[in-house]
């Protein structure tokens, strides 16, 4: 089969497939074969009847119309492969009426293919990205944290007035509109700090200033729109607050000494606690940094795509990554409000989440095909056979084979091609190395009484964990 490609208009191709003369006598007459022997003909034994009988019987043009679609059928994704196409949508044919002896056979089809973009430079992107190892201030940061997880609080003196950096030990009596005791926000005493989402910032304003052994007393409508924890419940309602201060409290932290970090922690000493605390945030670098350069390179290359990213292109991939979100929601015995309100997000703003990935899901890979495109990066057979062997599926050759004859297999094959671009970018890419300190980390720490020093530096690397995720997020 030979192949020619027309481009047109508005994303569309013409490709006219041509099949020579050799290729189609040797169909027919295979064709001729395959009914004689399918068929009963009378007079003939099975197999053995001739081309005039077969005609007559089955019509004229049985055979040649029958070769036709084969060919057709056969030819598209032969054409498909041949001219690296990615359809996007229903092909549209135009042939020959019919394959005859010794004349080849011609068909074409359009179809709407993946637009081509541009980038507006193709010269390496430049990218920011924290040094590799852990800094000093890296190490501060975790040793910080650590003290953090294990904070006293003490007593103020009486005449501390409450802010809003402070915690307070509180007596809380709530009651609702008809006098009733309202037990689970009640208390006769509740370590409480503002801002940390227990309670409103409706309540937080009114015991501003409160000190030692002083009561206020006032009423809160919760709104409808209501989120702390304690109060989300009772949201609609009207409830009266008696609140008395038992005492001011300050937080105080340990002290870092060889002792604590011993006795606390289960390391030798202060330099062996810092160097665990090194060593873990190095392991968690290595793990996270090429992903983090891959990130930020895409982010990079994507400014560069030229033009406006096609609508029909982000409904599509908004609907495959909905698709995967509710079998994940499904699979894990969750529904969508659920979902909503554990994120504490509304409906279209969900919406708005999904259409903001898949846009620049769609355009970072418009953005990979540019760079691939001028850059001659293409995947060879034997890169895509690759892909099916490392999904673990039996028989991956035949496997490739079946989405070859399909017209399926130029979806590995921009996978690929599609990853050997990010690589590319990653390896031309022009790099500054910050000294950007971990985030704050997101895992909580629990050694508490802990002696094995083993245990402890297991927590040593949650919390290292935690930070460079953080980090990631940040970037």
Same mark, same amino acid.
């Given at each position: 089969?030979?192949?020619?490609?027309?481009?047109?208009?508005?994303?569309?191709?013409?490709? *006219?497939?041509?099949? %020579?003369?050799?290729?189609?006598?040797?169909?027919?007459?295979?064709? #001729?074969?395959?009914?004689? %022997?399918?068929?009963?003909?009378?007079?003939?034994?099975?197999?053995?009847?001739?081309?005039?009988?077969?005609?007559?019987?089955?019509?004229?043009?049985?055979?040649?119309?029958?070769?036709?679609?084969?060919?057709?059928?056969?030819? #598209?994704?032969?054409?498909?492969?041949?001219?690296?196409?990615?359809?996007?949508?229903?092909?549209? !044919?135009?042939?020959?009426?019919?394959?005859?002896?010794?004349?080849? #056979?011609?068909?074409?089809?359009?179809?709407?293919?993946?637009?081509? #973009?541009?980038?507006?430079?193709?010269?390496?992107?430049?990218?920011?990205?924290?040094?590799?190892?852990? /800094?000093?201030?890296?190490?501060?940061?975790?040793?910080?944290?650590?003290?953090?997880?294990?904070?006293?609080?003490?007593?103020?003196?009486?005449?501390?007035?409450?802010?809003?950096?402070?915690?307070? =030990?509180?007596?809380?009596?709530?009651?609702?509109?008809?006098?009733?005791?309202?037990?689970?926000?009640?208390?006769?005493?509740?370590?409480?700090?503002?801002?940390?989402?227990?309670?409103?910032?409706?309540?937080?304003?009114?015991?501003?200033?409160?000190?030692?052994?002083? *009561?206020?007393?006032?009423?809160?409508?919760?709104?409808?729109?209501?989120?702390?924890?304690?109060?989300?419940?009772?949201?609609?309602?009207?409830?009266?607050?008696?609140?008395?201060?038992?005492?001011? &409290?300050?937080?105080?932290?340990?002290?870092?000494?060889?002792?604590?970090?011993?006795?606390?922690?289960? !390391? @030798?000493?202060?330099?062996?606690?810092? /160097?665990?605390?090194?060593?873990?945030?190095?392991?968690?670098?290595?793990?996270?940094?090429?992903?983090?350069?891959?990130?930020?390179?895409?982010?990079?290359?994507?400014?560069?795509?030229?033009?406006?990213?096609?609508?029909?292109?982000?409904?599509?991939?908004?609907?495959?990554?909905?698709?995967?979100?509710?079998?994940?929601?499904?699979?894990?015995?969750?529904?969508?409000? %659920?979902?909503?309100?554990?994120?504490?997000?509304?409906?279209?703003? !969900?919406?708005?989440?999904? &259409?903001?990935?898949?846009?620049?899901?769609?355009?970072?890979?418009?953005?990979?095909?540019?760079?691939?495109?001028?850059?001659?990066?293409?995947?060879?057979?034997?890169?895509?056979?690759?892909?099916?062997?490392?999904?673990?599926?039996?028989?991956?050759? /035949?496997?490739?084979?079946?989405?070859?004859?399909?017209?399926?297999?130029?979806?590995?094959?921009? %996978?690929?091609?599609?990853?050997?671009?990010?690589?590319?970018?990653?390896?031309?890419?022009?790099?500054?190395?910050?000294?950007?300190?971990?985030?704050?980390?997101?895992?909580?720490?629990?050694?508490? =009484? @802990?002696?094995?020093?083993?245990?402890?530096?297991?927590?040593?690397?949650?919390?290292?964990?935690?930070?460079?995720?953080?980090?990631?997020?940040?970037?």
């Amino acid at each position: 089969m030979e192949t020619n490609k027309e481009v047109l208009e508005g994303n569309r191709v013409k490709v *006219t497939v041509t099949v %020579g003369a050799e290729e189609v006598d040797k169909r027919i007459n295979q064709t #001729y074969r395959d009914f004689a %022997g399918r068929y009963n003909f009378p007079g003939f034994r099975k197999g053995k009847a001739p081309r005039k009988v077969i005609d007559n019987a089955l019509g004229a043009e049985a055979v040649a119309a029958t070769v036709s679609e084969q060919l057709v059928n056969e030819g #598209y994704p032969f054409a498909v492969e041949a001219e690296k196409l990615f359809p996007m949508g229903q092909p549209t !044919f135009s042939a020959d009426e019919v394959a005859k002896q010794g004349l080849p #056979y011609e068909f074409s089809f359009e179809v709407e293919v993946k637009p081509a #973009y541009e980038l507006s430079s193709y010269e390496p992107v430049e990218i920011e990205m924290p040094a590799a190892g852990a /800094s000093e201030a890296e190490i501060d940061e975790q040793m910080e944290t650590m003290r953090g997880h294990y904070v006293e609080f003490v007593d103020a003196s009486a005449s501390k007035k409450m802010k809003e950096d402070n915690y307070a =030990d509180l007596k809380i009596v709530a009651t609702d509109e008809t006098g009733k005791t309202v037990e689970t926000v009640s208390s006769e005493s509740r370590l409480y700090a503002p801002a940390t989402g227990m309670l409103s910032e409706a309540f937080d304003k009114e015991i501003m200033g409160i000190k030692k052994g002083e *009561t206020r007393e006032f009423d809160l409508l919760v709104p409808v729109t209501e989120n702390s924890v304690l109060l989300q419940p009772l949201a609609g309602q009207k409830i009266k607050f008696e609140v008395t201060c038992n005492v001011v &409290k300050k937080k105080e932290l340990p002290e870092v000494t060889d002792e604590w970090a011993k006795e606390t922690m289960g !390391f @030798e000493n202060v330099a062996d606690m810092r /160097s665990r605390i090194a060593q873990s945030i190095e392991v968690q670098k290595e793990s996270y940094l090429p992903r983090l350069k891959e990130n930020n390179c895409l982010q990079a290359l994507m400014t560069r795509v030229e033009g406006e990213v096609p609508g029909a292109l982000v409904e599509q991939q908004q609907a495959n990554l909905l698709q995967e979100f509710f079998g994940q929601l499904q699979g894990a015995g969750m529904t969508l409000d %659920g979902y909503l309100k554990m994120q504490g997000i509304t409906s279209d703003q !969900f919406k708005e989440d999904i &259409k903001a990935q898949a846009t620049d899901e769609v355009k970072s890979g418009l953005a990979l095909d540019a760079w691939a495109r001028h850059n001659d990066i293409d995947a060879t057979d034997e890169e895509v056979l690759a892909e099916f062997v490392k999904a673990g599926v039996p028989e991956p050759e /035949s496997m490739m084979e079946e989405w070859r004859q399909e017209g399926r297999l130029y979806l590995i094959r921009e %996978g690929v091609i599609r990853g050997k671009a990010v690589n590319n970018v990653m390896d031309c890419a022009i790099v500054t190395e910050t000294a950007q300190p971990a985030a704050d980390p997101v895992v909580e720490i629990s050694a508490e =009484d @802990e002696k094995d020093a083993e245990a402890a530096a297991v927590a040593v690397e949650d919390a290292a964990a935690g930070a460079v995720e953080e980090a990631v997020e940040a970037e």
